[in-house]
């Protein structure tokens, strides 16, 4: 079992910036970020393997998100410039392990086998 746990979140006023840490108890191949605001689904923001490749939604995020991971550490980072009121959001760490088809459901939340408890990022206009 994989344990995650996630940090950095907070009230941030919009236009800045802020950057979320997840650690993982060990090292798993895929590690990506969800988030979820009120009464919406859990959204994919971004997604990053064992070897770097990264992912990331085509919305409103693409180019103001960043992932990265430090394999020495278990440990997957987002940072998130230029924050926006409609950023607002429960912010959720996922991990999955290398698996076939993985390349073509990496934004399905069913496709990731662990979560973390999730950190609310909260934005001020």
């Known amino acids: 079992q994989v344990q995650l746990v996630e940090s950095g979140g907070g009230l941030v006023q919009a236009g800045d910036s802020l950057r979320l840490s997840c650690a993982a108890s060990?090292?798993?191949?895929?590690m990506g970020w969800f988030r979820q605001a009120p009464g919406t689904e859990r959204e994919f923001v971004a997604a990053i393997s064992g070897t770097g490749v990264t992912r990331y939604s085509a919305g409103s995020m693409k180019g103001r998100f960043t992932i990265s991971r430090d394999n020495t550490k278990n440990t997957v980072y987002l940072q998130a410039n230029s924050v926006r009121p409609e950023d607002a959001a429960v912010f959720y760490c996922?991990?999955?392990?290398?698996?076939?088809?993985?390349?073509?459901?990496?934004?399905?939340?069913?496709?990731?086998?662990?979560w973390g408890q999730g950190t609310q990022v909260t934005v001020s206009s």
């Open positions: 996922a991990a999955a392990p290398n698996r076939s088809g993985y390349r073509s459901y990496y934004y399905r939340a069913v496709t990731y086998d662990w």
């Open positions: 060990q090292n798993v191949y895929h």
